[in-house]
């Protein structure tokens, strides 16, 4: 068995309607949630970077604070504190696979796209 960099997940529903400063976002089937902070080397790839092994997983990237490094990502970070601490997560850089009704399957820090992936294979269906 390999190292991961989790704990068991804490059973628990996430909201599945994400409400940050740009839009509004809906979890609608499977999908990886990174919360990320600014400044973060390893939230870079999430923001900035290419998912490669992701790319076949819906993936929602969510911010408990702004910052100006957002506003020129590869992919928009919405800033949702509330949601951040509705959802039990405790700090970024951290993932979390949830299904459609918000059941956390999976959590963990979040490290690398490869690092994600491989984490989440189990638990994707």
């Given amino acids: ?9 804490r059973e628990r529903r996430v909201p599945t309607r ?4 740009r839009g509004v976002a809906e ?4 999908t990886l949630v990174a919360v990320v902070k600014p400044a973060c080397d390893g939230c870079r790839a999430f923001t900035h ?8 997983l819906p993936v929602l ?3 408990a604070t702004g910052g100006a490094e ?7 970070v919405l800033v949702a504190p509330e949601w ?5 997560v405790r700090g970024a850089p951290h993932y979390v696979l949830v299904d459609a009704t918000g059941l956390v399957l999976t959590e963990g820090v979040l490290f690398s796209p490869a690092q994600v992936a491989a984490e989440v294979a189990p638990h994707r269906r």
């Fill in 1 to 9: 068995m390999s190292p991961t960099s989790f704990d068991p997940a």
């Fill in 18 to 21: 994400v409400g940050g400063e």
């Fill in 27 to 30: 979890i609608v089937g499977p």
């Fill in 49 to 56: 970077g290419d998912l490669g092994p992701l790319d076949d």
């Fill in 61 to 63: 990237v969510v911010s």
């Fill in 70 to 76: 957002w506003a020129d990502a590869a992919r928009e």
């Fill in 84 to 88: 951040v601490e509705a959802s039990g």
